[in-house]
């Protein structure tokens, strides 16, 4: 009968019952090959403790000459270049979401109930979902040219497949009753959509749109850095002469501009919500 | 009587109507302006560009598809129009993305050991000195709002062009983004487990060892691994700008104008992206498990 009870909490909790020594090994051992694997991989990317402490001084003095961050007598110019980078994440994010718009009812499983079709399409989707927005920039400035249209096609490129499924699953997620009570009461399928549909499906688009807006914002400022315009551009300008007392000034206004944008933003999702 | 109560209920709801159509037409009104403006200030339709921007992306597009030759698909480096020709340095991409996935796990796993560190001076119920709850918090915060790549910018500009600026990068970048997620963790945890260890006289030490981490390990490890995901993408991006790794290959397929050789080194980095997702994917799932039995 003892043996049974033992045998029993054996099945339900096989670690309890093993004697400790054996745990402890294994933890051990596994703690010595992640270690053992991490040292390998910084030896192999040749990451020396001198050039590390030689960079940490340059850094120290980077920072230094941060203080006091400094206009250096070009504020509108930045000012500009700021407006410039939310232009591009503004127009980014509307053509990001009108291209979307048509993808995201193609991949919901309620409009393409085929499931290969389905999976082949969210694949598809899936592919271009991990590619970030400054790969693309980097070869729409050298097709395109210093500026930034590439920027605004490099932010929309990046999005639409995200923001294609998040509206599919958005759509997927809609009731089907109320559509149902609107086509019962004799509604053309237009109205049925006016009616049914939208009052469900466009505040969640919006606000999911709104969320894309503030990360292109984010992203937008950093464009530049390969040249597709904006803030990001006056930034890496400076950062490459080693003005870092103005870089610094531009870095704050635009994490200034950032946290505007995004509490506007959140004020406006919660409105919808 | 009636009928004053029909009335007063129409009146109220044409204001309603009319207030709601107002507000809808307002909202349209400044969507259309900063949209207008925001086209204008982008350039979108520049003429100063080469005229219409439809017809610039197709250009595009057909630039960076390479001109393979279904009868010479399969001949060696040599022959024009091979699969082998448009991957011409296949080794080499492949030596700069294994390099760019270890700049992703050593930073993670750097970030995830400070991060840890971090959230116990940051969590309400395991640091109960409140001004270093305070600085830990705002630091972290700091580091979430200030964008990788112009991190990554003045790192390159102190520890020059290579994966050590990105490591650094990203390690800076992930320690900012768990600390937050470890510190919610620890907040959630159990506390009678804590208080039999404090009735049994254990030290700060020790309370976190058998008391916290037992509980938070699990999902310290789910986050950890989400977080390496994206630490992937963005190590790739990082060597845009000098921080090593494939992004660098990038840079090089873009200074010579190879347009064909971008889109080969974009499909390794998906494919890398993808792979690491799947991996992730499925050890993460073994880890809920865990938790769960």
Redesign the interface.
């Known amino acids: 009968m003892a043996g049974a009870t033992v045998e029993q909490a054996r099945a339900i909790a096989p670690e309890v019952l093993r004697p400790a020594w054996r745990r402890r090994a294994r933890g051990l051992v596994f703690t010595v090959a ?1 270690l053992a694997a ?1 040292l390998a ?2 030896i ?5 403790p001198g ?2 402490m030689s ?2 001084g ?2 120290g003095r ?1 920072l230094g000459e941060m203080v006091p961050p400094s206009s250096g007598g070009q504020f509108v110019r930045i000012l500009k270049a700021l ?2 980078t ?3 994440a ?2 980014g994010t ?1 053509i990001a979401a009108l291209i979307a718009m048509p993808l995201g009812v193609l991949g919901a499983k309620t409009v393409v109930s085929h499931g290969v079709l389905h999976f082949l399409f969210r694949r598809f989707l ?3 979902r ?3 927005a ?2 693309w920039a ?3 400035v ?4 210093l ?3 590439a ?3 490099a932010l929309a490129l990046a999005d639409i497949p995200n923001l294609a499924k998040l509206f599919s699953e958005a759509l997927e997620n809609t009731d089907g009753r109320p559509l149902e009570g609107v086509r019962s009461a004799g509604a053309s399928p237009l109205n049925v959509m006016r009616y049914g549909l939208a009052p469900q499906f466009a505040p969640v688009a919006t606000s999911q749109t709104l969320f894309f807006l503030e990360g292109n914002f ?1 992203n937008a ?2 464009l530049g ?2 040249g597709a ?1 904006g803030v ?1 551009f006056e ?2 300008e400076r ?2 002469i ?1 003005v870092f007392d103005q ?1 610094a000034f531009i ?1 704050l206004l635009y ?1 200034v501009a ?2 505007a944008l995004d509490s506007l933003s959140r004020w406006l999702r919660n409105r919808l919500a | 009587m009636t009928v004053g109560v029909v009335e007063a209920f129409e009146r109220d709801r044409r204001r309603l109507l009319m207030r709601q159509r107002a507000e809808a037409a307002i909202g349209l009104a400044i969507f259309s302006i900063l949209l207008a403006v925001s086209f204008q200030r982008s350039q979108f339709f520049g003429s100063d560009l080469g005229g219409d921007p439809l017809g610039r992306i197709g250009d595009f597009l057909d630039r960076m598809i390479p001109d393979l030759r279904a009868e010479a698909l399969f001949e060696g480096r040599r022959t024009q129009g091979s699969l082998a020709s448009w991957f011409y340095a296949l080794p080499l991409w492949l030596r700069a993305a294994w390099q760019t996935v270890e700049m992703a796990i050593l930073a993670t796993g750097f970030g995830a050991v400070l991060a840890l560190f971090a959230s116990f001076l940051a969590a309400q119920n395991l640091m109960p000195f409140a001004p270093v709850r305070f600085i830990v918090r705002r630091a972290l915060e700091a580091i979430r709002t200030l964008p990788d790549l112009i991190m990554a910018l003045i790192l390159v500009a102190a520890f020059g062009v290579g994966p050590l600026a990105g490591v650094l990068t990203l390690t800076i970048s992930t320690l900012g983004g768990l600390g937050k997620l470890f510190a919610e963790i620890n907040e959630e945890i159990d506390p009678r487990q804590l208080e039999a260890l404090t009735a049994s006289g254990a030290g700060p030490v020790k309370k976190i060892r058998y008391g916290v981490l037992p509980q938070v390990l699990p999902n310290y490890a789910s986050y950890a691994l989400i977080r390496l995901e994206g630490n992937l993408a963005g190590a790739a991006a990082l060597g845009i700008v000098g921080a090593g790794g494939i992004g660098l290959e990038l840079q090089r397929a873009i200074t010579y104008t190879e347009f064909d050789t971008y889109l080969a080194i974009l499909m390794i980095i998906i494919g890398m992206i993808f792979v690491i997702d799947l991996v992730s994917e499925a050890v993460r799932h073994r880890l809920i498990g865990l938790e769960k039995a």
């Open positions: 992640a991490f991989m910084a192999d990317l040749q990451l020396a050039a590390f960079g940490f340059k850094l980077f407006a410039e939310f232009a591009m503004f127009a509307a899936d592919v271009f991990g590619v970030p400054l790969v980097l070869i729409l050298s097709a395109f040219g500026g930034p249209f920027g605004v096609v984010r400022g950093v850095i390969v315009g990001g930034l890496e950062i490459r080693f870089a870095i994490m950032v946290a």
